[in-house]
Nanobody, 125 residues
Framework: QVQLVESGGGLVQAGGSLRLSCAASGRTFSTYPMGWFRQAPGKEREFVARISGSGGTTYYADSVKGRFTISRNNAKNTVYLQMNSLKPEDTAVYYC??????????????????WGQGTQVTVSS
């Protein structure tokens, strides 16, 4: 069982930056690919980024590519999402998720096995 706790959300002006953190419990953290998703009011949960267990492979949604960076520190059981050049359309609840398996369907939230409670990110114009 893995428990995930996100932090770092808040209110920021357009063009600003935030760094989200996701702290994980469990001794097998380094074996799990990790993802970040977000969900805006009235919209479906959407993929943002994913990182392999080793941290050597990353994937991004087109909407955040070049602005967001996912990383992880396995010694600290933590995954991060650095968000730069934020836009009002980035406003959402951001969730981290752990996947017990390697998959090609990494953009599908149903592929992930464990979820955090979410952290709100609000970008004002």
């Amino acid at each position: 069982q893995v428990q995930l706790v996100e932090s770092g959300g808040g209110l920021v002006q357009a063009g600003g930056s935030l760094r989200l953190s996701c702290a994980a419990s469990g001794r097998t953290f380094s074996t799990y690919p990790m993802g970040w998703f977000r969900q805006a009011p009235g919209k479906e949960r959407e993929f943002v980024a994913r990182i392999s267990g080793s941290g050597g492979t990353t994937y991004y949604a087109d909407s955040v590519k070049g602005r967001f960076t996912i990383s992880r520190n396995n010694a600290k059981n933590t995954v991060y999402l650095q968000m730069n050049s934020l836009k009002p359309e980035d406003t959402a609840v951001y969730y981290c998720a752990a996947d017990r398996h390697v998959t090609v369907h990494y953009m599908d939230p149903n592929e992930y096995d464990y979820w955090g409670q979410g952290t709100q990110v609000t970008v004002s114009s």
